[in-house]
């Protein structure tokens, strides 16, 4: 705890710090230097084709709408007022964020979008985190048709495989979920935009993992609970992205599973590692009856009628 | 579903009006802009310039009609599958893979727009694979700007289970009964209605459904033996959320509310004599199973609250947090009757009938806080911090009432039970990003994550509840590295050396390291690489757990002039998981090594040569559990004119596993479609 309170005293003073750096970073420029606002009729004079996609798009809205105050002015909304740029042609006189730092090109972003469904939560995610800036998945301009974004599962899929490789890989297994097959995509499970769970997982009925969306019969709250289920949540015993051990398990027997964590002797006070103590020792591992535990606990995710989870 | 399909039927009527007149198109648009709502505050961004005074205040501009383009766009694919042959085991094949055979509606997916924007402007609908195949799914995005925006979803899976070697204590007499399997389907519903989206109030309304149905084999025990019986799966969960999204300038707010109901009716029943997975004789006597009758009845309900807070107090600070707070329970009706020839460990005696009921409840208040803030001290500099709780408990009381008949005599006892688990997590982090240069950014952190579980305790502890401690002091690094938008590599790791753990498998003394790279050698070629370890052990001499995973993987995306002749996509991957631990041999109590291990190669490429693409996916595994799965394709799509594609796809599926060859499948297919495009 000591560590901690260091760490939320530096990050007090990093506050004040900050607060006497409340002044705009960027200096305001003389006036006289200042570009003004030109105008979307004026980009769309070289820039047509980009524009004309932008209509298409939900950002259309920006142009028609006065709300945000960019009503005639979408392009410059982002790209900044663009009156230099407009006399010079020069990329160099018009921000574009495609050239800057992923952190800046989110905040251009979040602008807007700052309390979309998804983005809250924006600045904790592992994308962030990583500079996976929004225009890394979000096409600003509507280049690929009509949406900002795919929306088809397949194409989610794909998009998202171009860089989780590895999580792509897994649903080459034979048990897995129906990824592949396109009756679902990874944001059915993931919010890539971060979410209050670990992993980007999406949560569901408000703060419950996002596996009982579809697996709700295992949502309880049961009489008696399985607590690594709760507590370490599904992927204690099963690889959700694919395995080669049926009904993705993370062994190849189902008593390896519960046993690897039902091995502990009630000793009283132990604390460390303890959770889950043997099993009743009548349990002969060598009789075919008991090397599949679930035969007879079959109720492993949680029963409402036995706390040895046999019915 | 019917409504869902209706629905979708419905929207194309309602956009099959002509389109109206140039004049006629403009009005809405200019409608939907009033100058009252030009008035609103106009919520600029922080970190803007101010506006040009002499802009003219928001004039109404016509959202650009769809010129060009008709009402409806889109493509449906239809076909025929023919599956030659499924050699091998039916039941696996199933399990792995379930397609069928018969006419289908491979793919529809459609865009109407409405020129007059009279019920939407734009209707999205996209369908696949429908006409028995195992998953079909139904999409509908419908909106009208600063109207509405309609989204519906459907998904029906099947889940179908039968691994004659997973559940079988019979394998070894020669039945091949799997007898913990299932073949039901799993549907989900979600449908959405944001209305005045984009606006500074949006209220929502959501409906959720879940549902899983059908029938499957499962264990009745008693004391002495087991026996298999047929059983039902019947269970829904509906999830009814409103609320409403305000932004109020720098300060953005959702609040929500929400509430579940749940049924759950599942059951199984048998009357057919059976001798159990027992056959001997216990005290001189079998113990067959005659007839049972299992039924549930569970009723559940909850309620959850949430709020949500983003907003930018300052140009140089963020904030986000989330509140939730949700109380699920549960009402359990439950009944047995069961006749045969048993034997009760408790009494010590054989009986012939039994019956148990139970009632009993169970409640779990949830509550979940999140908040972030991040700082921008100096322009090359972020500090994000995190602070997050998570706590819940589980309170349950059961009343178990069980009436047996002993050599025709009745016995009747009663157990009063109740059960608790109390969770606490708690998880801080503070990170620290610095831009060293415009290519490289480097990152550091510290998280500490600890909590406290009170749970059941095991029998033979001999008390109500086990206590368990968590304790986790987690350094992180990391850095960036990207050279414009072509060449790009992430690194991150972290690591721990912990104390206390919940569990003999979580993680204890850990590292993490995840490298990932992308190289556009040009707009159409592009490299991609990804690295990941974890490394955790926990030195406790009565556990001596020792387990690495690792994944490398490596892709080539190769797509000359947009890919329009020829294209190649190329994926490998390569595995491994080392894991050692202790366990109690149960019978014994003796320590033995438990060991898990998999070295696997995934491999997935598709290479397309103008119309023809083959390639396919191959995993290959050694270890505990080897096993090869083929899945091979070779696809043909002629364009036959302008509107309409002939495809024809061959798929290979092919399934083995040396230690379970009753398992192996084989299978090929042939689908031959029409796809219409307008």
Same mark, same amino acid.
Request: contains cysteine; charged residues 20%.
């Given at each position: 705890?000591?560590?901690?309170?260091?760490?939320?005293?530096?990050?007090?003073?990093?506050?004040?710090?900050?607060?006497?750096?409340?002044?705009?970073?960027?200096?305001?420029?003389?006036?006289?230097?200042?570009?003004?606002?030109?105008?979307?009729?004026?980009?769309?004079?070289?820039?047509?084709?980009?524009?004309?996609?932008?209509?298409?798009?939900?950002?259309?809205?920006?142009?028609?709408?006065?709300?945000?105050?960019?009503?005639?002015?979408?392009?410059?909304?982002?790209?900044?007022?663009?009156?230099?740029?407009?006399?010079?042609?020069?990329?160099?006189?018009?921000?574009?964020?495609?050239?800057?730092?992923?952190?800046?090109?989110?905040?251009?972003?979040?602008?807007?979008?700052?309390?979309?469904?998804?983005?809250?939560?924006?600045?904790?995610?592992?994308?962030?985190?990583?500079?996976?800036?929004?225009?890394?998945?979000?096409?600003?301009?509507?280049?690929?048709?009509?949406?900002?974004?795919?929306?088809?599962?397949?194409?989610?899929?794909?998009?998202?495989?171009?860089?989780?490789?590895?999580?792509?890989?897994?649903?080459?297994?034979?048990?897995?979920?129906?990824?592949?097959?396109?009756?679902?995509?990874?944001?059915?499970?993931?919010?890539?935009?971060?979410?209050?769970?670990?992993?980007?997982?999406?949560?569901?009925?408000?703060?419950?993992?996002?596996?009982?969306?579809?697996?709700?019969?295992?949502?309880?709250?049961?009489?008696?609970?399985?607590?690594?289920?709760?507590?370490?949540?599904?992927?204690?015993?099963?690889?959700?992205?694919?395995?080669?051990?049926?009904?993705?398990?993370?062994?190849?027997?189902?008593?390896?599973?519960?046993?690897?964590?039902?091995?502990?002797?009630?000793?009283?006070?132990?604390?460390?590692?303890?959770?889950?103590? !043997?099993?009743?020792?009548?349990?002969?591992?060598?009789?075919?009856?008991?090397?599949?535990?679930?035969?007879?606990?079959?109720?492993?995710?949680?029963?409402?009628?036995?706390?040895?989870?046999?019915? | 579903?019917?409504?869902?399909?209706?629905?979708?039927?419905?929207?194309?009527?309602?956009?099959?009006?002509?389109?109206?007149?140039?004049?006629?198109?403009?009005?809405?648009?200019?409608?939907?802009?009033?100058?009252?709502?030009?008035?609103?505050?106009?919520?600029?961004?922080?970190?803007?310039?101010?506006?040009?005074?002499?802009?003219?205040?928001?004039?109404?501009?016509?959202?650009?009609?769809?010129?060009?383009?008709?009402?409806?766009?889109?493509?449906?694919?239809?076909?025929?599958?023919?599956?030659?042959?499924?050699?091998?085991?039916?039941?696996?094949?199933?399990?792995?893979?379930?397609?069928?055979?018969?006419?289908?509606?491979?793919?529809?997916?459609?865009?109407?727009?409405?020129?007059?924007?009279? !019920?939407?402007?734009?209707?999205?609908?996209?369908?696949?694979?429908?006409?028995?195949?195992?998953?079909?799914?139904?999409?509908?995005?419908?909106?009208?700007?600063?109207?509405?925006?309609?989204?519906?979803?459907?998904?029906?899976?099947?889940?179908?289970?039968?691994?004659?070697?997973?559940?079988?204590?019979?394998?070894?007499?020669?039945?091949?009964?799997?007898?913990?399997?299932?073949?039901?389907?799993?549907?989900?519903?979600?449908?959405?209605?944001?209305?005045?989206?984009?606006?500074?109030?949006?209220?929502?309304?959501?409906?959720?459904?879940?549902?899983?149905?059908?029938?499957?084999?499962?264990?009745?025990? &008693?004391?002495?033996?087991?026996?298999?019986?047929?059983?039902?799966?019947?269970?829904?969960?509906?999830?009814?959320?409103?609320?409403?999204?305000?932004?109020?300038?720098?300060?953005?707010?959702?609040?929500?509310?929400?509430?579940?109901?749940?049924?759950?009716?599942?059951?199984?029943?048998?009357? !057919?004599?059976?001798?159990?997975?027992?056959?001997?004789?216990?005290?001189?006597?079998?113990?067959?199973?005659?007839?049972?009758?299992?039924?549930?009845?569970?009723?559940?309900?909850?309620?959850?609250?949430?709020?949500?807070?983003?907003?930018?107090?300052?140009?140089?600070?963020?904030?986000?947090?989330?509140?939730?707070?949700?109380?699920?329970?549960?009402?359990?009706?439950?009944?047995?009757?069961?006749?045969?020839?048993?034997?009760?460990?408790?009494?010590?005696?054989?009986?012939?009938?039994?019956?148990?009921?139970?009632?009993?409840?169970?409640?779990?208040?949830?509550?979940?806080?999140?908040?972030?803030?991040?700082?921008?001290?100096?322009?090359?500099?972020?500090?994000?911090?995190?602070?997050?709780?998570?706590?819940?408990?589980?309170?349950?009381?059961?009343?178990?009432?069980?009436?047996?008949?002993?050599?025709? &005599?009745?016995?009747?006892?009663?157990?009063? &039970?109740?059960?608790?688990?109390?969770?606490?997590?708690?998880?801080?982090?503070?990170?620290?990003?610095?831009?060293?240069?415009?290519?490289?950014?480097?990152?550091?952190?510290?998280?500490?994550?600890?909590?406290?579980?009170?749970?059941?305790?095991?029998?033979?502890?001999?008390?109500?509840?086990?206590?368990?401690?968590?304790?986790?002091?987690?350094?992180?690094?990391?850095?960036?590295?990207?050279?414009?938008?072509?060449?790009?590599?992430?690194?991150?790791?972290?690591?721990?050396?912990?104390?206390?753990?919940?569990?003999?498998?979580?993680?204890?003394?850990?590292?993490?390291?995840?490298?990932?790279?992308?190289?556009?050698?040009?707009?159409?070629?592009?490299?991609?690489?990804?690295?990941?370890?974890?490394?955790?052990?926990?030195?406790?001499?009565?556990?001596?757990?020792?387990?690495?995973?690792?994944?490398?993987?490596?892709?080539?995306?190769?797509?000359?002039?947009?890919?329009?002749? &020829?294209?190649?996509?190329?994926?490998?991957?390569?595995?491994?998981?080392?894991?050692?631990?202790?366990?109690?041999?149960?019978?014994?109590?003796?320590?033995?090594?438990?060991?898990?291990?998999?070295?696997?190669?995934?491999?997935?490429?598709?290479?397309?040569?103008?119309?023809?693409?083959?390639?396919?996916?191959?995993?290959?595994?050694?270890?505990?559990?080897?096993?090869?799965?083929?899945?091979?394709?070779?696809?043909?799509?002629?364009?036959?004119?302008?509107?309409?594609?002939?495809?024809?796809?061959?798929?290979?599926?092919?399934?083995?596993?040396?230690?379970?060859?009753?398992?192996?499948?084989?299978?090929?297919?042939?689908?031959?479609?029409?796809?219409?495009?307008?």
């Amino acid at each position: 705890m000591t560590i901690c309170r260091t760490i939320a005293g530096v990050v007090l003073l990093l506050s004040g710090f900050a607060g006497s750096a409340q002044t705009p970073a960027t200096p305001p420029a003389a006036p006289a230097a200042a570009p003004t606002y030109v105008g979307s009729d004026t980009c769309k004079t070289c820039h047509e084709e980009i524009y004309n996609n932008l209509q298409k798009t939900p950002h259309s809205a920006i142009e028609a709408g006065a709300r945000r105050g960019w009503a005639q002015k979408s392009c410059e909304a982002c790209h900044g007022p663009g009156s230099k740029h407009a006399e010079s042609a020069s990329a160099d006189d018009i921000k574009n964020p495609a050239k800057l730092g992923p952190d800046e090109v989110d905040r251009t972003c979040l602008n807007c979008h700052l309390n979309e469904k998804t983005p809250v939560g924006r600045i904790a995610s592992g994308h962030a985190k990583d500079e996976v800036a929004c225009t890394s998945c979000h096409s600003v301009h509507g280049a690929s048709g009509a949406k900002l974004v795919v929306h088809k599962k397949s194409e989610i899929n794909a998009k998202c495989s171009s860089c989780h490789l590895s999580q792509a890989a897994a649903f080459n297994r034979p048990y897995k979920h129906r990824l592949p097959e396109g009756a679902m995509s990874c944001v059915d499970c993931h919010n890539p935009h971060a979410s209050f769970p670990a992993d980007s997982m999406r949560a569901a009925f408000g703060n419950e993992p996002g596996c009982l969306q579809c697996h709700s019969d295992k949502r309880g709250p049961f009489v008696y609970e399985h607590p690594v289920q709760k507590i370490e949540g599904c992927a204690a015993c099963h690889e959700p992205h694919g395995s080669a051990n049926p009904r993705m398990l993370v062994r190849h027997n189902v008593a390896d599973v519960c046993l690897e964590c039902h091995s502990n002797l009630p000793i009283p006070g132990a604390k460390n590692a303890k959770l889950g103590g !043997v099993p009743p020792a009548f349990h002969d591992l060598r009789s075919p009856r008991y090397q599949n535990c679930t035969v007879c606990h079959n109720k492993v995710h949680g029963s409402y009628v036995d706390r040895t989870f046999l019915r | 579903m019917k409504l869902l399909a209706m629905f979708a039927l419905l929207i194309p009527l309602c956009a099959q009006e002509p389109a109206k007149p140039a004049e006629d198109q403009t009005k809405p648009a200019a409608d939907s802009a009033p100058a009252a709502q030009a008035a609103q505050e106009p919520a600029k961004p922080a970190q803007e310039p101010a506006k040009p005074a002499d802009q003219p205040a928001a004039a109404p501009a016509a959202a650009p009609a769809p010129a060009g383009e008709g009402w409806l766009q889109g493509s449906i694919e239809i076909g025929y599958r023919w599956i030659p042959n499924i050699s091998g085991n039916f039941n696996a094949y199933r399990s792995t893979v379930n397609l069928g055979e018969g006419p289908k509606l491979l793919d529809a997916d459609f865009s109407l727009i409405d020129p007059a924007k009279r !019920v939407f402007d734009r209707a999205d609908v996209h369908a696949t694979s429908w006409g028995g195949d195992p998953y079909n799914t139904l999409r509908v995005d419908m909106s009208k700007d600063g109207w509405y925006r309609l989204t519906a979803d459907y998904r029906n899976i099947a889940y179908f289970n039968f691994l004659p070697t997973f559940a079988d204590p019979t394998l070894t007499l020669g039945t091949l009964l799997d007898q913990n399997s299932f073949d039901t389907a799993i549907r989900t519903t979600n449908i959405q209605l944001d209305i005045l989206p984009k606006k500074w109030f949006t209220p929502y309304v959501a409906f959720e459904r879940n549902t899983q149905f059908g029938r499957g084999i499962t264990v009745f025990q &008693a004391d002495r033996n087991e026996y298999p019986v047929a059983s039902l799966f019947s269970d829904q969960t509906n999830n009814y959320r409103a609320g409403v999204r305000l932004e109020l300038g720098h300060y953005h707010i959702t609040l929500e509310q929400g509430g579940t109901t749940f049924k759950d009716d599942q059951g199984a029943s048998d009357n !057919v004599s059976s001798p159990g997975n027992f056959t001997g004789t216990f005290l001189g006597q079998t113990l067959p199973l005659t007839a049972m009758n299992e039924l549930y009845r569970v009723r559940g309900d909850s309620i959850y609250s949430k709020a949500l807070l983003a907003a930018n107090p300052f140009p140089w600070m963020s904030v986000t947090g989330d509140f939730i707070y949700s109380k699920p329970r549960t009402d359990i009706n439950y009944t047995e009757k069961s006749a045969g020839n048993f034997y009760l460990n408790r009494i010590l005696q054989f009986y012939s009938t039994g019956q148990d009921v139970l009632t009993g409840d169970a409640n779990q208040p949830h509550t979940s806080a999140n908040i972030t803030i991040e700082l921008r001290p100096v322009r090359k500099l972020r500090i994000v911090q995190r602070w997050m709780t998570d706590r819940f408990h589980n309170a349950s009381n059961a009343l178990l009432a069980e009436n047996l008949l002993i050599s025709g &005599a009745p016995f009747t006892d009663q157990q009063l &039970a109740n059960d608790r688990m109390i969770v606490n997590y708690n998880e801080e982090e503070i990170d620290a990003f610095y831009d060293l240069t415009s290519r490289i950014t480097l990152r550091g952190g510290y998280r500490y994550v600890w909590g406290d579980a009170d749970v059941r305790a095991p029998v033979l502890l001999g008390t109500p509840l086990q206590a368990g401690n968590l304790q986790r002091h987690i350094g992180i690094a990391g850095f960036t590295y990207r050279a414009g938008q072509k060449f790009r590599v992430i690194a991150d790791a972290e690591g721990s050396n912990s104390d206390q753990t919940y569990f003999r498998t979580s993680l204890q003394e850990y590292e993490k390291a995840h490298i990932r790279a992308n190289y556009d050698v040009l707009p159409s070629l592009r490299f991609n690489a990804d690295f990941s370890l974890l490394n955790n052990s926990n030195p406790d001499p009565s556990i001596k757990l020792d387990y690495s995973s690792k994944v490398e993987s490596a892709s080539v995306n190769w797509a000359p002039k947009g890919g329009k002749w &020829a294209s190649l996509l190329l994926d490998y991957s390569r595995s491994a998981i080392r894991s050692n631990i202790l366990y109690l041999v149960p019978q014994i109590l003796s320590p033995a090594p438990s060991i898990y291990r998999e070295n696997g190669h995934s491999v997935s490429a598709i290479a397309t040569v103008k119309w023809l693409s083959f390639g396919g996916t191959v995993f290959l595994s050694s270890g505990s559990r080897p096993t090869q799965y083929y899945q091979p394709l070779a696809r043909l799509s002629v364009p036959l004119n302008k509107h309409v594609q002939w495809n024809t796809e061959w798929r290979w599926y092919s399934l083995s596993e040396p230690f379970f060859i009753f398992e192996g499948f084989r299978s090929n297919q042939l689908t031959t479609s029409l796809r219409f495009q307008r």
